[in-house]
């Protein structure tokens, strides 16, 4: 599968997209995964809005429930699910518009990295002594 087509693969998907898509398509709820899990539904729904992620044996749980390998729901390889559309059911105006998508998704996560540095940059000379 080429990373044009590649629906959740890394430079494609996050890990909350692959959770929430695997989720989905094992036909579960948010409420219905949390209470399988163990966990509570915010907690879910900061790994599918990928502000935080499980530890390692809530993401062996998570993969075993959704059917998935474990490296595929870190990175988008291995055992997975397939994307919801296929190369030759998408238009080419369609997959031009899924491949700007994939670019500008991919400059925006360089872009946030960008600004992280420079708010550690900012940090560590907020917090240097000032000389007078």
Do not use: C
Not at 29 to 35: I, P, R, W
Not at 65 to 75: G, H
Not at 89 to 114: K, P, Y
């Amino acid at each position: 599968m080429t990373d044009e087509t590649d629906w959740y693969g890394p430079e494609a998907a996050t890990f909350g997209d692959r959770v929430a898509a695997a989720r989905e398509r094992a036909g579960m709820n948010q409420g219905v995964l949390a209470k399988r899990l163990g966990v509570k539904l915010t907690t879910l729904r900061s790994w599918e809005e990928d502000r935080s992620e499980p530890r390692a044996n809530r993401l062996s749980m998570l993969a075993g429930l959704l059917n998935v390998s474990m490296m595929w729901l870190i990175n988008g390889e291995g055992e997975g699910i397939e994307g919801p559309l296929d190369a030759e059911t998408v238009g080419e105006d369609m997959q031009a518009i899924l491949t700007d998508i994939r670019l500008l998704r991919a400059e925006m996560l360089s872009n946030v990295e960008a600004m992280g540095r420079l708010e550690k940059r900012l940090r560590l000379a907020l917090e240097a002594p000032q000389h007078v």
